[in-house]
């Protein structure tokens, strides 16, 4: 775009938020965040979320720890959406259904309404999970059934009741602690909620061979198994947990910016893998967390993008500015510049506006007009941008004037007067 009082703003990669309620660029720009993070996202502890957060929220005059704030918050929310997603699915497979909250949208959103979603929302995924474990230990306990057969009838039914026991309040101390039955409880209460129904079977199957082991040998080593297998049972647990949550962040950041474009049939078939590993079907591998990661770099450009844009309107209308626009352009007009308006380019990380006339400036009266409109502009714009939030320091400003003239007729070619102002850099 040609330029006209033109002012450029170098922004930083990174914009910190500070707004009591989040529009969709912002949204957009912490969950694509969240998910270039990670696996990091899927095994960090809970944010600090409660009944004292707006009071916290108040008490901070630095606007980068409420920018910190706002990322934990809203980080907490992509990974409750994709252990929401996850669980769903889960529960599809077993055809029951889950008491699950609904997933929550961050635009729009202020810290007091994410805080209250993520208590109740937590206290709901782990009734969840203890409901999808009781049907969990069901499928198991057929599985093993169905592997051993009616010759081993009497294994099944003490496997059957250890998984029983293991659905109910604590036991009391035992008669004997450091026995094999308190060894054997003990191991059997560290199994992960979120174990396969295979891994289930075989550790039931394990556990009841222990159970019914007729010498002090047998027991041993079955213990031994044991230990082994609840450690790699649990573990597998966690991957698919963690990959989980981080395909779902993938997923929930580009459907925050808008990706893939249409007809990008590479971009397609990323989001129906990373919608088979949140499923349970599929792992995160490395192959596939490449390429998710390159797709949110563009999701990361265009949330920047978007945020910026909302960030620049905002300023703008407050300093008395009508605001209008497309997803890139913005047009600024005002009810004292007859014959002028203004647009601003809006990038990832730069920012470009200048005026435009409506009609070739009419002698000298036109080009003292022009002048004036142009420092005008600057004034604004230079107030613009030092209210811009940065990460560092101020964003650097530049201003070149040229007015560029408006095609007074279809297929009329643009010209420029100038240059007519400069501003110090």
């Known amino acids: 775009m040609s330029a006209g009082a033109m002012a450029v703003v170098a922004v930083p990669a990174v914009l910190p938020v500070a707004v009591g309620v989040l529009a969709i660029g912002g949204a957009a720009l912490l969950i694509a965040r969240a998910a270039s993070r990670g696996a990091e996202l899927a095994a960090e502890g809970a944010a600090v979320l409660g009944d ?21 918050a809203a980080a907490l929310v992509v ?24 997933p929550l949208t961050v635009a729009g959103a202020d810290l007091a309404t994410i805080g209250a979603w993520c208590a109740d929302t937590t206290a709901r995924l782990d009734q969840a999970l203890a409901v999808l474990s009781s049907h969990t230990a069901g499928a198991a306990c057929r599985r093993l059934a ?34 094999v039955a308190d060894k054997l409880d003990t191991q059997l209460a560290k199994l992960s909620h979120e174990v396969s129904a295979e ?21 041993r080593a079955g213990l ?65 967390r490449g390429r998710a990661e390159e797709l949110n770099r563009e999701a990361l450009c265009r949330a920047q993008q978007m945020y910026l844009r909302e960030t620049v309107a905002a300023l703008m209308r407050d ?30 990380r730069m920012v470009r506006g200048h005026v ?37 320091s101020r964003p650097e400003i530049s201003v070149d004037a040229a007015v560029e003239v408006a095609a007074p007729a279809a297929g009329a070619t643009r010209r420029h007067e100038g240059p007519i102002y400069r501003e110090r850099s």
Not at 52 to 72: G, I, N, P, V
Not at 371 to 389: H, I, K, N, T, V
């Open 224 to 288: 031994d198994q044991l230990v082994r297998q609840v450690h790699d049972a649990n573990a597998a647990a966690r991957r698919r947990r963690e990959d989980a949550v981080c395909a779902g962040a993938y997923l929930q950041s580009f459907h925050a910016t808008g990706l893939p474009d249409a007809g990008d049939g590479g971009a397609a078939r990323v989001l129906e893998r990373l919608n088979a590993v949140v499923a349970g079907d599929a792992p995160l591998d490395d192959d596939l």
């Open 52 to 72: 004292t957060m707006e009071a916290e929220l108040a008490r901070l005059a630095d606007e980068r720890r409420a920018a910190d704030q706002w990322r934990d």
């Open 146 to 179: 169905g592997k051993l057969g009616g010759t081993s009838a009497p294994l099944v039914t003490v496997a059957q009741a250890l998984a029983r026991a293991r659905l109910t309040t604590p036991r009391s101390a035992p008669a004997a602690p450091g026995g």
């Open 199 to 219: 891994d289930y079977a075989r550790i039931l199957e394990t556990a009841a061979g222990i159970r019914m082991a007729t010498s002090v040998q047998a027991e």
């Open 319 to 348: 300093m008395g500015w009508d605001v209008a626009g497309d997803a890139q352009v913005l047009t600024l007009t005002r009810d004292d510049w007859s014959g002028h308006h203004a647009t601003v380019d809006v990038g990832d």
């Open 356 to 392: 435009v006339r409506t009609a070739p400036p009419a002698g000298a009266d036109g080009r003292r007009q022009d002048r004036e409109r142009c420092a005008d502009f600057a004034r604004y714009f230079d107030g613009m941008a030092a209210r811009l939030p940065a990460e560092h």
């Open 79 to 102: 990974k409750h959406n994709a252990r929401i997603a996850a669980l769903r699915a889960a529960a599809g497979k077993m055809s029951i259904a889950l008491a699950l909250p609904e």
